[in-house]
């Protein structure tokens, strides 16, 4: 039924609580499983002057650099295991709206579901499933299969 699946991580425990389901099908279905990490460009102070464009430029290409070679080990730290399974897995990082990239990404792969969890990095509660989950489930073309997480900090914090 699903012959491959995108899995979108942030790099975050939230995050991997979707990997149990996605596990789950993959198996059953022998499916091919792209792992996908986003990293988004994140907002950089800015030194003026005349040698300041080059300096910014500099650094946030050291930034960028350095997350997505972390964002790289992070998924082969995923990946492999799983390829151990016998599930044919690669790994993809992409820079950009997390939304927009999950979106491209499994287009691109022509995969057949998405699976991501409702909450990640953030944590924080959105009305509905979170602000990439709520964008993906209204844009995506193809299923898309959110595996609800709950903050037990937060949990705790609304049961006192």
């Not at 950009?96 to 990095?121: C, F, K, W, Y």
């Not at 990439?132 to 898309?144: F, G, N, Q």
Request: proline letters at 6%; hydrophobic letters at 45%; aromatic letters at 4%.
């Amino acid at each position: 039924m699903y012959t491959h699946l995108l899995i979108a991580l942030d790099g975050s425990r939230f995050a991997e609580k979707s990997l149990e389901a996605a596990l789950q099908i993959a198996l059953r279905f022998e499916s091919k499983v792209t792992l996908l990490r986003v990293t988004a460009p994140e907002a950089q102070p800015v030194v003026m002057g005349p040698a300041a464009s080059l300096a910014n430029l500099e650094r946030i290409e050291q930034t960028t650099e350095l997350e997505m070679e972390e964002a790289e080990a992070y998924l082969e730290s995923i990946r492999r295991p799983w390829s151990g399974l016998g599930i044919t897995a690669r790994s993809e990082v992409t820079c950009g709206d997390p939304a927009e990239m999950i979106l491209n990404t499994a287009s691109a792969v022509d995969a057949d579901l998405i699976v991501m969890t409702t909450h990640g990095r953030s944590g924080l509660s959105r009305l509905i499933y979170g602000s990439v989950a709520e964008a993906v489930l209204r844009r995506s073309p193809i299923p898309v299969l959110l595996v609800p997480v709950k903050d037990p900090e937060a949990a705790r914090g609304r049961a006192n």
